[in-house]
Structure formats: C-alpha cells, structure tokens
C-alpha cells in the first residue's frame, strides 16, 4: 500500500499568515493526490484535485503543487474559517489511502 | 442539488453484521461510481471500496470478505455491508461520490458503535 505522511502534525498561525502543509508519498503516484479540508463535526470536503486544480467553489487563497511523491498545499493568508484539519489522498493505486491529517489551529 | 445522506443502526454487537444506506438525490448512480469511507479513532479515514456506474465493485483487501457494496438504482440507494465486526470498526461510515477518481461530495456520515 502507498504510505502518504503529512507533515506538520500541527501547525499553530495567527490568521493571514501564509502557510504550506506537505504531504509524502512513498512512492511516485504521479499527480494523482487530493486535498481535503474536515471541519470538527463535519464530513471532508475536497478543495485542489489532481494535486493543482482548482475546485469550483473553493477561495482562491488554496493551491496545490507537486508531482511524485512530495506535494504541498498552500494557504495564502489564513482565514479564521480555515482553522481545521488537512487531508492528503491518493487514487493512483488501490487500496487509495489518506494521510493522517494536519491540524490547522489557532496560536 | 446533490445530496447524500447516510442511515445505520448506530449500535452493532461485536460479531453481528453492519448494514448502511446511502440515499443520494441530484444526480444518477448509473453516471457516478458511489466510494464508501470510513474513519476510526485508531486509523482515521480509510478508503473502503466502491461501486461503479455499471455496476461492479472493487474492494480494499483490508476488509477481506467481510464487505460488499451493493446498490437500487431505482431507489437512489447505495449499501454497505460489513460482518463480523469488531470494536476497532467503531467510527463514522462515508458515503461519497466519485467524480473521476474524486470525492467531490460527501454524506453526512453514519456513526457506528460496535460495542456488547
């Protein structure tokens, strides 16, 4: 199975700062990784597929970048409604698998 | 407007069979795949399978024999079936619509206790 490792565990921003969160995979799954964002008490929500594009609907502070095995999500500018936590995903191979997540939060 | 909404018996005893339904409106099971999630205190969110717009399944080999996916397009219904559970199968169960390999919309999720 693809082992995907998030990192930080935790990140602690103030709001409008301006953050990145990585996501390793180990092995090369091309750009076949998501990002979803899960609020407390709320189902995941996808915000950049394909490890760059845009979803409709999501602010345009959210990118993505990467190819192979390192891929990063970037928040340009932190907003208070951000504060959640991150998930990587990847569909280039069964089983897909998720990272464990990266706790966004409030310093 | 799409929409999905989950139903389960929030209370399993360990060994018994766990049976969930997702009713989606809004767009059809016979143009989607249908994915089933979970997650778990001690796993957090693992892929569990998923239907395809025709009809077929495919399986995280986790969950060995244990699961099937099955559906009623008639009633706009998906369902997951998982046996012999155990406490570790505690958690909230997924169910997702799969948009070219992404799940761009998500059921509220069910919560199951496997607990005697």
């Known amino acids: 199975d693809i082992m995907l490792t998030q990192s930080p565990a935790t990140l602690s921003v103030t709001p409008g700062e301006s953050i990145s969160l990585s996501c390793r995979a180990s092995?090369?799954?091309?750009?076949?990784l998501h990002w979803y964002q899960q609020k407390p008490n709320e189902s995941p929500r996808v915000l950049i597929k394909?490890?760059?594009q845009t979803i409709s609907g999501i602010p345009s502070r959210f990118s993505g970048s990467g190819s192979g095995t390192d891929f990063t999500l970037n928040i340009n500018g932190v907003e208070p409604e951000d504060f959640s936590v991150y998930y990587c995903?990847?569909?280039?191979?069964?089983?897909?698998?998720f990272g464990a997540g990266t706790k966004l939060e409030l310093k | 407007q799409v929409h999905l909404k989950e139903t389960g018996p929030g209370l399993v005893q360990p060994t018994q069979t766990l049976s969930i339904t997702c009713t989606v409106s809004?767009?059809?099971?016979?143009?989607?795949?249908m994915q089933w999630v979970r997650q778990t205190p001690g796993k957090g969110l693992e892929w569990m399978g998923f239907i395809r717009s025709g009809g077929s399944t495919e399986y995280n080999s986790e969950f060995k024999s244990r699961l099937s996916i099955s559906r009623d397009t008639s009633k706009n219904q998906v369902f997951l079936k998982m046996n012999s559970l155990k406490t570790e199968d505690t958690g909230v169960y997924y169910c997702?619509?799969?948009?070219?390999?992404?799940?761009?919309?998500w059921g509220q999720g069910a919560s199951v206790t496997v607990s005697s």
């Open positions: 092995q090369s799954i091309s750009t076949n």
């Open positions: 809004g767009f059809s099971l016979t143009s989607y795949y």
């Open positions: 997702a619509r799969d948009n070219n390999y992404v799940m761009d919309a």
């Open positions: 995903q990847q569909t280039n191979n069964w089983p897909y698998t």
């Open positions: 394909y490890a760059s």
